[in-house]
């Protein structure tokens, strides 16, 4: 079935570091790639998305592009600030579907 | 925006107690709702897929007695945890998609506490 893989946290950061989170999904057809953020405490917020391949979501200095050939969407921004300390979901829904398979979550903790 | 409300974001109730929580989108007609359960440090478990005006789908392993799903409007989805236990305990929480749109538009989560 479908799945999303995406690297262990916690990812720990100086501020204005740069910052790639991977993310690998295995699905069959053309799905469309998400990346949400859940900050403590709060349900989850779409940071960017992708519907078809080589198509680059961004937002907020996030960036992701759709590989197709790697079957990734990793996550990266140039320069990240302590108030994008949170947990990040990788995440995709298949063509025809309205369930959305998520990756695990990669916590991501910004120091001042 | 898309707005989803989830209420209440915070409940502490006594075993037994059964809990019920509102998951309402706010400015757009939702005729499918989804209902997840997080563990702390953990992804989104899929508990249910909810469409109005029928009865709920429940993912395997998910008890349909216990955790009853009422879609009743395009705007309002209910979930009840019925004689709630310590084990219920967890952070749950509700997305909505707008009609023949995605991605899914997330609620702020419930936190359930059983004692």
């Known amino acids: 079935g479908d799945s999303v893989t995406q690297m262990e946290g916690p990812v720990t950061l100086s501020e204005e570091a740069f910052l790639t989170i991977n993310c690998t999904y295995t699905?069959?057809?053309?799905?469309?790639l998400f990346w949400y953020v859940q900050y403590p405490g709060e349900g989850l917020q779409l940071l960017l998305k992708?519907?078809?391949?080589?198509d680059k979501g961004s937002n907020k200095g996030f960036e992701a592009t759709y590989r197709k050939e790697t079957t990734s969407f990793h996550l990266e921004k140039g320069s990240v600030q302590v108030s994008d300390s949170a947990v990040y979901f990788c995440?995709?829904?298949?063509?025809?579907?309205?369930?959305?398979?998520f990756g695990a979550g990669t916590r991501l903790f910004v120091k001042a | 925006g898309a707005v989803v409300s989830q209420h209440p974001s915070w409940v502490i109730c006594k075993s037994g107690t059964s809990v019920k929580i509102e998951c309402r989108s706010l400015?757009?007609?939702?005729?499918?709702m989804f209902w997840y359960r997080q563990f702390p440090k953990q992804s989104l478990m899929l508990m249910a897929t909810?469409?109005?005006?029928?009865?709920?789908?429940?993912e395997q392993g998910v008890e349909k007695d216990k955790f009853l799903i009422n879609h009743a409007s395009l705007t309002l989805s209910t979930l009840t945890v019925t004689s709630a236990h310590p084990e219920d305990s967890s952070f749950y929480i509700c997305?909505?998609?707008?009609?023949?749109?995605?991605?899914?538009?997330f609620g702020d989560g419930t936190r359930l506490s059983i004692l």
């Open positions: 997305s909505a998609i707008r009609t023949g749109d995605q991605p899914q538009h």
């Open positions: 699905a069959t057809g053309y799905p469309s």
């Open positions: 992708a519907t078809k391949a080589d």
């Open positions: 995440a995709l829904t298949n063509t025809g579907g309205f369930k959305t398979i």
């Open positions: 400015d757009f007609q939702a005729t499918t």
């Open positions: 909810s469409n109005e005006g029928s009865k709920a789908t429940y």
